[in-house]
């Protein structure tokens, strides 16, 4: 479940600095 939720954390993260570098 951990990794999971590191996973998800990350694509969030990554959708975050995509937009905001957009």
Known sequence: ???LLV???L???NR???T???
């Open 16 to 18: 975050a600095a995509n």
């Open 7 to 9: 996973a998800m954390d």
């Open 1 to 3: 479940h951990y990794a």
């Open 20 to 22: 905001v570098g957009s």
């Open 11 to 13: 694509h969030n993260g």
